[in-house]
């Protein structure tokens, strides 16, 4: 291992070489639209030129034009409710599938799993039928409610396999110091949930955060709509005027982005936990 | 603590439950919002009305071009009618039609929204807009102007302004190829040819979006397929012919020779309407196979260039002219303010506002007392042989959807270098039988 | 209390405690896709309540449909090339980023950023980049690569090869993480071991690394499976499904037809095929990549 530093690898220098292309190329498209959205109209024409100036009035013009603070609200609520909700909900419901052995449980894993499998598009229809009826329409909470349900599978898949790894003497030990069920569950195994948690909050976030299809459906409002729809009708909106797509687009990107980089870890490990557990 | 547990749980399956109990509204919007009260607000158990209570219309529509002259009308509105306040809404016009469909149908209909002239009847047969029969401005309707927003003896919107299809050109562009305009399909071909060698793209597309190639199509149908059948729709629609029977797969053949020779520009299918606007406007490229609404964004690009128009002739010089009522706005008889909704339609339709909308639109009148200045040539020019043209409808009026999008995709595949005109008109036949009764016809 | 009484209490809890989430994954994943069953046997517009019992027409319809008769070559041409190429560029990143290059790190970061990105802004982006005069076709012609510059929206063979290019560039640096991960976990004794045998590259790479990475292989086959037959929110907002039918896939049709063209009840007949086809494809692949798994 401590070979390496001494001794130049010429296959690794290539290797590295050619990697570093590789990356400015998947990168590329992100770091284009970040430049391009700097670009006056005029400069906008000629493709492979950089911005002469920090010209920000196409960030003006994203931002109002598009009510960007009412669509990050909304996206906000949407997230942090759903994400609340899935926590408490897929934990309760993973406790007693991982810890009964019966026929009955295993099934109702599997029926949970199951969800991964069912499309969207197959369900949409009727769906849409059922919001409207439970009068959800326009509602955000109709949108919390569809996040909520595309996240059960996975939660319940990442909290079960994690619990199952939790040693059973130590519930034991609670009850025979007079536990009940519930106490055992929210004092000793709750706490211990934290990393299964953390991936969890990784693997649902971005799907809530950027789905298009529910309010795409369920929103018709300007004021309740949240980012990925609100964007899609402000690009929409202006079809040659490249300069405000590339701003909003780059103040989208912004927030996963920064989330990410600073939280890189925890990403990485979410991941991977239910996949290698799997 | 068990118990607390299990009211815990059994609370949470209940509350997620809740929204269905209450009385539908949604819930309350962010502090930001300014007040929307009156849009949730039960109509029925309002504190009792006075002159200066807050009335607060929505207004849907497609176009971002008309913001500012409908901002202008609107505060016109609101300063006669004071304690009304108007939001504007805009959805992306191929989004329009089942964003509103949506609303409509979920009880959320706009109190005033706007709809494709040429389809208008689809939100008379299915009651998305209000009777508007006794409005003063029906008896000054160009005839034939009422007729997309009449049915069955009453009128239920009004017709903003009418548009027509066309070839609208850059001059100074024809000049610079020594193209003159064609007077046939032939001469139509050799302009195309000239242009090419000179450098200059013959045809500009907006291929992106969806509603510029249905309008490329349009001023095909009228010229070949209406010209040579005017009455092919309705034996259509009595299974007298099939579209096989028609100019129909002739007319798709000639799209394709244009597409072959390299008459449209390329990459058409990646770009947007404004961008195709933008390259004739600047005479990188020299036609626009579109409605008339093109000039006014011509002019604006490029107030100083010349511009103008002339209709797509056939191999004999004839040709018909596809005219429709561009946008038609209306109320709907659901919103909890219909009164003043139907007010603000007709205040659109008063001769001021008329005006003002036409001018900033740069399009055609559908009133008898209402004469907009346009001064631009393609307008013009546009409007004399319009006067002396037989003029139809848009070619959809009579086809269920589906076979007006096969259609469309049909052309997005010839452009796309598909040499299967059989296929596409076989699906074209094979959907209309299938969906035919969802034609609205005239009554 | 006695035994048997505590114990079912605790179960009885234990139900309750699943309540909350059965309840919204029945009413709002399976109570629909039940009533999909029954409207596609209807010939419910969408638009009014006025519809009949239509039989089997509608599935009959569909095997004549061209629109789903494309869609269906699309969406399994699609999941087929994204999960195969996919994987393969995704398992050769993993071995690089395991490679023990110095910039491990910035690399992984950098090939998975693109992974946070939603659709809505891909196609914002590449909607311009890829346009017949967008930046890459400009920089072709000025490297004098000008054959390689080719209208990716406007011909048919090559929209749908783009949206398969969009989607692999998104992804690879989920799955070379997943992969990684599994990498990380197979003890090096085990290369030692065979090198010592005199076992090549090769042989290291099949009989080693791949049987064990197995369980790896089959979440990244399963993702890449599943997410390309409902592919659905690139073609609609990129591509609109065109030119012609191109880049329809099953669920931008059954939007089409149900919303567009408001045949709801042929939309949920085809959607009801779709939800079979998914289910039955992965279960199978389940269980195949599953059989192929070896514990260490």
Known sequence: ?278 | MKKLAIVLVIALTAVLFLPACSSGGSPAPAPSEPAAAAESAPAAESAPQTEAAAVELSLLTWDPDIQEVCAEINNKFIAENPGVTISVDIIPGDQYETVLNTRVLAGESPDVFMYFGSSANKMIADNFWGKVTDSAFVSRLIPGFDDSVSYRGDVFGFPMNASGNGVFYNKDAFAQAGASVPATYAEFLETCEKLKSAGIDPIALGGIDVWPIQHFIANFVATFVITADPDYEMKRINGDITYAQTEYPAMFTRIMELAQNDYIARGSLGITHDQSVESVANGSAAMLLNGSWTVGQLQEINPDGNFGYFPLPNDDGKYTITAFVDKAIGFSPTSAHADVARKLVEFYAEPAQAKMYLEAAHSMPTLTDVTPDISADASVEFAERLATSQVVGFFQNFMPNSTYDEATKGVQAILAGDTNINAIIESMDRTFDQDKASVILPE | MNRGAFRQKERLLGLLLILPALTIFLTITYYPLIFSFFYSVTDFTGRSLDFNFVGLENFRNAMNDSLVRASIWNTFSFALFTTLIGNAVNLLLALVLDSGLRTKNYLRTAFYIPCLLSPVIVSAIFGSILQYDGVLNTFLKTIGLDFLALDYFGKMNLAMPMLMALNIWQWCGYGAIIYLAGLQTIPTEYYEAATIDGAGAFDKFFKITLPLLMPSITIVTFMSLTGGLKLFDLPFILTKGGPGNATQTIGTAIYKIGFEYNKMGYATAIAVLFFFVIAILAIAQLRLTRSREVEH
């Open chain 1, 1 to 278: 291992m401590g070979k390496k530093k001494f001794r130049v690898n010429p296959k690794m220098t290539i290797l590295g070489a050619i990697m570093l292309f590789a990356s400015f190329v998947s990168l590329f498209p992100i770091l284009y639209a970040i430049l391009s959205s700097f670009k006056t109209k005029v400069e906008m024409g000629d493709v492979l030129a950089l911005p002469s100036s920090l010209y920000l009035e196409n960030y003006q013009v994203a931002w109002e034009r598009s009510d960007f603070p009412a669509l990050l609200t909304n996206s906000l609520f949407v997230t942090v409710l759903s994400m609340s909700i899935i926590l408490v909900i897929g934990s309760l419901a993973a406790y007693p599938i991982s810890r009964n052995s019966g026929k009955l449980y295993v099934f109702l894993y599997l029926f949970f799993l199951s969800g991964m499998m069912v499309p969207f598009q197959s369900g949409m229809i009727p769906l849409y039928g059922l919001i409207r009826n439970l009068g959800l329409m326009n509602t955000r909470l109709s949108l919390v409610l569809v996040a909520v349900n595309a996240s059960i599978p996975i939660t319940i898949l990442i909290f079960t396999g994690f619990i199952k790894t939790i040693p059973r003497e130590l519930e034991e030990a609670a009850k025979i110091d007079g536990c009940g069920y519930m106490k055992t569950l929210f004092r000793i195994v709750f706490p211990l949930l934290v990393p299964a948690t953390v991936s969890v909050i990784i693997l649902n976030i971005l799907p809530i955060w950027n789905d298009f299809m529910s309010p795409l459906l369920f929103i018709s409002r300007a004021e309740l709509r949240t980012l990925p729809v609100g964007i899609y009708m402000f690009i929409g909106d202006r079809s040659s005027d490249f300069g405000p797509i590339f701003a909003i687009s780059t103040l989208t990107l912004i927030i996963p982005v920064a989330l990410f980089l600073s939280l890189q870890k925890y990403f990485y490990k979410g991941i991977t936990a239910g996949a290698v557990k799997g």
